[in-house]
């Protein structure tokens, strides 16, 4: 089970922030000049800063249009998408979209399902409809018990709150092992370019490594060593996520001890 | 919303604890790296900025001239307040204070004024009057756990840069001339408080905020030394799990040797 809930996290994976170069290029083109060109490649932006001028352009996620200028809502790094022009912040909490895949931590058990904690503005359900088989409304505590770590999939988020379901491939309750956090923003850098950083780590520790959208890592291994040394890359990366060439100093790292 | 460890996170933690083992490879009562800084704030008598680890807190002491207790005519007062700033943590948030943003400023009143550090008898100026009033102001930046024991050591380093102001003639403070006289302080008292955690079997110390959130019982105590011998000035025992009374008796045991460590390690500091 653990092998397929991996797969599915890695499937999940698309916003992907690509080369650490880029950034930095970004960052050295914004030093030299205020007045927005137009962008190519991401570039680091904060809030109230023009991204780009003209009315062509259509704002996105976190951009707004102010007279005939794009600026920046939130400080993260600027894309342009044809048109479409956003940031992808760089540091925040969790946007819970539809389809991503959350662990969570339940936090009570009501009549009809499971209330989650999803470290997101409002908590997610988990009815007791969706989970994989049928559950007696008297055992409910015996499929997932309060403090339990679960890994589920957002079926729809509303202005009430956010509904959760198992009924997906590798999606349950998670035994064994241990959670922690990142920040959601750093998830895409873990996981790595098709899964290639977080492969890497599950590989060269042996553990089976889960990572969901809202920055909960769940990692479990053969013995506590193999584990934290697990965790100690997962921070490394969390912590340098500019650092050119990551990949290969993360695996220099694990080859180390 | 409350901030709780997963069963999962705890179990795990449970079984490091009991191999010795922690996540940032420390010994189960090794300290992080302590650093202390001061005069951080212009407008406070005395400041100080404390990190241990990521958990980071700056304390401020202000006097102000006001009227003594009634049953303290001929001493100055003391208050230390707190505010856990939703800044220093997602667990924290605004509004009327809870239990933690009570019961630190508590401990560090109870361990700052029982150790005698400061000669509050020094601080009258007109007996029955006027007395200096001391305020100990905590303000966490940064929560990583363990926030008393930064606090605690961030007073005593405030107190011990702390002037106090000139008195205009109609009685009040002047803030604005550079204060020369020294708060009245007595050497060689260091007060710390020092905390034990306990989750399983394991008694633990200076926990980040994960294994804080683990942690099933604290214990702090204010030590301070007099006269050369130790002193325990305060003791405060939260949250559900118990101690047993062969636990206390080894904390016993580690609290001075823990205390002279500190002090060690803070000397370059103080």
């Given amino acids: 089970?653990?092998?397929?809930?991996?797969?599915?996290?890695?499937?999940?994976?698309?916003?992907?922030?690509?080369?650490?170069?880029?950034?930095?290029?970004?960052?050295?083109?914004?030093?030299?000049t205020y007045v927005s060109e137009e962008v190519k490649k991401r570039k680091v932006v904060v809030p109230g800063e023009v991204i780009v001028t003209g009315e062509d352009y259509l704002p996105s996620d976190g951009t707004k249009r102010v007279g005939k200028d794009i600026l920046a809502n939130r400080f993260g790094l600027a894309e342009e998408a044809g048109r479409v022009i956003r940031v992808l912040p760089i540091t925040g909490a969790f946007?819970?979209?539809?389809?991503?895949?959350?662990?969570?931590r339940v936090t009570d058990i009501t009549f009809h399902g499971w209330l989650v904690d999803i470290d997101s503005a409002t908590s997610g359900f988990l009815p007791i409809e969706e989970s994989p088989r049928f559950i007696s409304k008297n055992e409910m505590d015996q499929f997932l018990a309060?403090?339990?770590?679960?890994?589920a999939k957002i079926m729809g988020v509303k202005a009430k709150g956010i509904d959760l379901t198992l009924k997906s491939k590798g999606l349950g309750k998670l035994e064994n092992g241990f959670t922690f956090k990142v920040s959601p923003n750093r998830v895409p850098r873990v996981i790595g370019k098709e899964g290639s950083m977080i492969n890497m780590i599950k590989e060269k520790t042996g553990c089976s490594i889960s990572v969901g959208q809202n920055g909960w890592i769940?990692?479990?291994?053969?013995?506590i060593d193999n584990e934290i040394k697990a965790r100690k890359a997962i921070d490394f990366i969390t912590e340098k996520v500019h650092m050119e060439g990551l990949t290969d100093k993360v695996e220099e790292m694990l080859n180390g001890n | 919303m409350a901030m709780k460890s997963t069963n999962l996170t705890i179990n795990t933690l449970k079984r490091m604890f009991k191999e010795g083992k922690r996540f940032d490879d420390r010994k189960l009562d090794e300290y992080r790296k302590i650093e202390v800084s001061y005069d951080v704030s212009n407008k406070a008598?005395?400041?100080?900025?404390?990190?241990?680890?990521?958990?980071?807190?700056?304390?401020?002491?202000?006097?102000?001239?006001?009227?003594?207790?009634?049953?303290?005519?001929?001493k100055g007062n003391l208050m230390v307040s707190g505010d856990l700033l939703p800044l220093a943590s997602p667990r924290f948030e605004s509004g009327p204070p809870g239990f933690a943003a009570i019961e630190l400023p508590r401990l560090i009143d109870r361990a700052i004024r029982e150790s005698h550090i400061i000669e509050l008898d020094k601080l009258v100026i007109k007996e029955g009057e006027k007395v200096w009033t001391v305020f100990i102001d905590i303000y966490p930046l940064n929560d990583d756990g363990n926030l008393i024991d930064a606090a605690c050591i961030g007073a005593t380093a405030a107190l011990k840069k702390a002037k106090i102001p000139e008195l205009n003639e109609n009685g009040t403070a002047d803030y604005e001339k550079k204060a020369k006289k020294e708060l009245p302080i007595s050497?060689?008292?260091?007060?710390?408080?020092?905390?034990?955690?306990?989750?399983?079997?394991?008694?633990?110390?200076?926990?980040t905020r994960e294994e804080e959130e683990a942690c099933e019982a604290r214990i702090t105590f204010g030590l301070s030394k007099w006269k050369k011998q130790y002193m325990i000035n305060s003791c405060q025992k939260s949250k559900e799990a118990t101690f047993s009374s062969a636990?206390?008796?080894?904390m016993m045991e580690m609290l001075p040797k823990k205390f002279d460590h500190l002090n060690e390690k803070l000397k370059k500091f103080f």
């Fill in chain 1, 146 to 151: 309060i403090g339990d770590v679960v890994a």
């Fill in chain 2, 45 to 74: 008598e005395g400041s100080a900025r404390v990190k241990i680890g990521k958990t980071e807190v700056i304390v401020g002491i202000k006097l102000a001239p006001g009227t003594p207790y009634p049953d303290s005519l001929d």
């Fill in chain 2, 247 to 250: 636990e206390i008796e080894k």
């Fill in chain 1, 95 to 104: 946007m819970p979209r539809r389809g991503n895949t959350v662990l969570g």
């Fill in chain 2, 187 to 207: 050497e060689g008292i260091e007060p710390l408080s020092i905390s034990f955690f306990k989750l399983g079997d394991s008694i633990i110390m200076d926990p």
């Fill in chain 1, 218 to 223: 769940w990692i479990s291994g053969e013995n």
């Fill in chain 1, 1 to 32: 089970m653990k092998n397929k809930i991996n797969k599915v996290q890695e499937a999940e994976d698309t916003e992907e922030i690509e080369d650490t170069e880029e950034i930095e290029e970004a960052e050295e083109n914004e030093a030299k």
